[in-house]
């Protein structure tokens, strides 16, 4: 699976968006992009993924550029509990095939 | 949604002992579950796939007669954790994806965190 390039934190404040971009220069055309986030001594979330379409969900918003190179996470009003390591994965949708899961980016939303 | 439960939540026992931590698909069925552990300040490490009916597939490194893996059904898997030692003190979180669903996200559990002592 191609790898991920993710900052290693973002400051946001409370009720503004949060836009957490990710790189995957070298993803191929089979692969998705997840995005999966861990609040402290829980099991990483589910947020959200895509192929190639931007996709919004209840939680976030998903864009991926055109040639799949980078993509963005949006949470659009960010809240104190957003606050958490979030983690950008590619992966094949294969059976069998685990994500690997890089260091991620750690958000601290403020008031 | 998908729900994954992972039992128990926190262990303390003494060196030497055996312990074991069950994950549960509560709502699907899971034809492969996985398994990671997380060291504090660290990202989540695959440690094995496992697979219904058969045998778990280990990640190098891993040793598989130290960390016994159980998937007897399809939604229960099991990691039983031989003669701990303090080195085997951490966050262990189990996964699953529905089966021959492979559009689909995987769903973790809240994990396990093992002391010992």
């Known amino acids: 699976d191609a790898k991920t390039t993710q900052p290693p934190s973002m400051d946001c404040a409370e009720g503004r968006a949060a836009n957490l971009p990710c790189n995957h220069s070298t993803i191929s055309g089979n692969e998705y992009v997840y995005w999966y986030r861990q609040i402290h001594s829980q099991g990483p979330q589910y947020i959200i993924h895509g192929l190639k379409n931007n996709e919004t969900n209840e939680m976030a918003s998903l864009i991926i550029t055109e040639d799949r190179k980078s993509s963005t996470l949006i949470l659009p009003h960010a809240t104190l509990r957003d606050t958490a390591v979030y983690y950008c994965?590619?992966?094949?949708?294969?059976?069998?095939?685990?994500?690997?899961f890089g260091k991620g980016t750690t958000l601290s939303v403020s008031s | 949604g998908a729900v994954v439960s992972q039992h128990p939540s926190r262990v303390i026992c003494k060196s030497g002992t055996s312990v074991k931590i069950e994950c549960r698909s509560l709502d699907f069925q899971a034809t492969t579950m996985f398994w990671y552990r997380q060291f504090p300040k660290k990202s989540l490490m695959l440690m094995a796939t496992?697979?219904?009916?058969?045998?778990?597939?280990?990640e190098q490194g891993v040793e598989k007669d130290k960390f016994l893996i159980n998937h007897a059904s399809l939604t229960l898997s099991t990691l039983t954790v031989t003669s701990a030692h303090p080195e085997d003190s951490s966050f262990y979180i189990c996964?699953?994806?529905?089966?021959?669903?492979?559009?689909?996200?995987?769903?973790f559990g809240d994990g396990t965190r093992l002391s010992i002592l």
């Open positions: 994965i590619v992966r094949r949708n294969q059976a069998g095939t685990a994500l690997i």
């Open positions: 496992s697979n219904e009916g058969s045998k778990a597939t280990y």
């Open positions: 996964s699953a994806r529905a089966g021959g669903q492979y559009n689909q996200p995987q769903h």
